[in-house]
T-cell receptor, first 111, second 116 residues
Framework: GQQLNQSPQSMFIQEGEDVSMNCTSS?????WLWYKQDPGEGPVLLIALYKAGELTSNGRLTAQFGITRKDSFLNISASIPSDVGIYFC???????????FGKGTRLHILP | GAGVSQSPSNKVTEKGKDVELRCDPI?????LYWYRQSLGQGLEFLIY????????KSGLPSDRFSAERTGGSVSTLTIQRTQQEDSAVYLCASSAKGQGDGYEQYFGPGTRLTVT
C-alpha cells in the first residue's frame, strides 16, 4: 500500500533558525497536506497543496508540492518557541480517497 | 462554527471490557476518519466513511474493532474485549471539499484510552 516517509524524525534547533523537513512517497499523490500537532490536541492543517510544482506560504511557513508528485517539503523560517510540536505530512491520491499520514517530525527548540 | 468534538476525552477501562468512543463531525462534512496515535507515534489510519459509500475498513487492526456512522453524522468506534496494546489516543477527523480538488481534514481533540 501507499507509504509516506517523513524526515527527519526529530529536530533540535536554536530559536531563530530556519527549519526544513520533507516527505516522500512510493507512489504519486494529487494532494499534499501539512499539519501541526501540539501536545494533547489533534493535528491542525497548516498548508494544503493541490498542484504539482505549487509553492504556498502561510506566514513563516512555506511548502512545495514536488514536480514528480511523490514528494513535498515544509520550511519554517526564523523559528520561535511556539513552533515546537509534531509536524505531519499527508497525501491523498483521489478526491474521495482516504488521506495517508507520515510518521511526523518532532521539532524541539533548545533554550 | 463548532469543530469536531469527541467524547469522552479520557477513558480508563479494565482489560477485557468493551468501550465506545464517540465522534461528532463538523455539520455538513461528508467524510469522517478514525485514527489511532500511540505515545510518541504517528497517526495510524483505522477507518474512513465517505457519504453513502461502503466504509474503508482496511486499517482496523483486528475484528475487535468496529465503527458505525449513523445518519451520515455521528460516529461510534467500538473496541471489544480491550487489550493493553489498545491504549492510545483515538482521533476523529471530518472533511468536506476544500479549495482545488482536495479535501481538508479537521481533527477533534481525541479520546485518550487507557487499558489497565
Amino acid at each position: 500500500g501507499q507509504q509516506l516517509n517523513q524526515s527527519p524524525q526529530s529536530m533540535f534547533i536554536q530559536e531563530g533558525e530556519d527549519v526544513s523537513m520533507n516527505c516522500t512517497s512510493s507512489s504519486i499523490f494529487n494532494t499534499w497536506l501539512w499539519y501541526k500537532q501540539d501536545p494533547g490536541e489533534g493535528p491542525v492543517l497548516l498548508i494544503a497543496l493541490y498542484k504539482a510544482g505549487e509553492l504556498t506560504s502561510n506566514g513563516r511557513l512555506t511548502a512545495q508540492f514536488g514536480i514528480t508528485r511523490k514528494d513535498s517539503f515544509l520550511n519554517i523560517s526564523a523559528s520561535i518557541p511556539s513552533d515546537v510540536g509534531i509536524y505531519f505530512c499527508a497525501g491523498q491520491l483521489r478526491r474521495d480517497d482516504k488521506i495517508i499520514f507520515g510518521k511526523g517530525t518532532r521539532l524541539h527548540i533548545l533554550p | 462554527g463548532a469543530g469536531v468534538s469527541q467524547s469522552p476525552s479520557n477513558k480508563v477501562t479494565e482489560k477485557g471490557k468493551d468501550v465506545e468512543l464517540r465522534c461528532d463531525p463538523i455539520s455538513g462534512h461528508t467524510a469522517l476518519y478514525w485514527y489511532r496515535q500511540s505515545l510518541g507515534q504517528g497517526l495510524e489510519f483505522l477507518i474512513y466513511f465517505q457519504g453513502n459509500s461502503a466504509p474503508d475498513k482496511s486499517g482496523l487492526p483486528s475484528d475487535r474493532f468496529s465503527a458505525e456512522r449513523t445518519g451520515g453524522s455521528v460516529s461510534t468506534l467500538t473496541i471489544q474485549r480491550t487489550q493493553q496494546e489498545d491504549s492510545a489516543v483515538y482521533l476523529c477527523a471530518s472533511s468536506a471539499k476544500g479549495q482545488g480538488d482536495g479535501y481538508e481534514q479537521y481533527f477533534g481533540p481525541g479520546t485518550r484510552l487507557t487499558v489497565t
